[in-house]
């Protein structure tokens, strides 16, 4: 199991995302990286990204399942921003239904989903130390506890979450006071946007995600799945640091 590196003994909570990013850049330099769905939170960290004049790669987790609107939406940021684009290989899904069977995001979408988005992540982050996600505790009960800052034992990296504590309507309004190209599916009731098969669009009284793996126990796709995490950095350093001494 990989431990935690120590990082100096900062608030990470009470930094801002432009702070935090700021910070992460000078801390992890090009070992630091974005993953990006297309959803507005990834509109939001790639314009803030560009903003602040950070040269951090984007990974993007392409299951070929995605709707046209994802993919349209895609190409609207890596035009306007100029985006290093890294799209880890993904077996098809011709080549997954022969493996697996047909429709295997019906019959067992853990597994799917581990083929899909998991397991491509695990060898897009081998080289990096750091991933930027845009994670919000508001989206649901799930996410409610998440810190702005925590070790991932999964992947062997920092986990950044700059939007941790922003609520929907902030993500909203830093889009459209910025005029920053979004997901288009947004508009028509879809508020989290995954693949077509395992998406539909909420009800007004929903919870953001409810649309995600409908009709089912599943809340989330796995890449943000973990063992065990170091929730306040800046204490597991200190405890660490005095276990040195």
Not at 15 to 39: H, I, N, P, V
Not at 217 to 235: M, Q, R, T, Y
Request: proline share 7%.
């Amino acid at each position: 199991m990989e431990t935690a590196p120590l990082l100096p003994e900062l608030d990470f909570e009470a930094m801002s995302a432009e702070d935090l990013l700021r910070w992460g850049y000078e801390e992890f330099g090009d070992k630091l990286c974005l993953t990006c769905s297309w959803q507005k939170q990834s509109s939001v960290l790639v314009h803030m990204v560009s903003r602040l004049e950070l040269e951090i790669p984007v990974i993007e987790l392409d299951t070929q399942l995605f709707f046209r609107e994802t993919y349209e939406t895609r190409d609207r940021l890596v035009e306007r921003y100029g985006l290093k684009l890294e799209s880890p290989q993904v077996i098809t899904v011709a080549e997954q239904h022969k493996r697996e069977g047909p429709n295997l995001w019906e019959s067992d979408p853990d597994r799917c989903c581990h083929i899909r988005k998991v397991e491509p992540l695990l060898d897009a982050l081998a080289p990096y130390e750091a991933w930027i996600s845009g994670i919000r505790r508001d989206q649901s009960p799930s996410r409610a506890a998440t810190p702005k800052l925590q070790w991932s034992e999964r992947y062997g990296v920092w986990k950044f979450h700059p939007l941790a504590d922003w609520d929907e309507k902030r993500v909203w309004a830093y889009i459209q006071v910025n005029e920053i190209p979004y997901n288009p599916l947004h508009e028509s009731g879809y508020r989290s946007i995954g693949c077509i098969p395992c998406t539909r669009p909420t009800a007004p009284d929903e919870e953001e995600r409810a649309g995600r793996w409908a009709g089912s126990d599943k809340l989330e796709c796995g890449i943000h799945v973990d063992s065990p995490v170091v929730e306040n950095p800046a204490a597991e350093a200190a405890r660490r640091k005095g276990t040195n001494d």
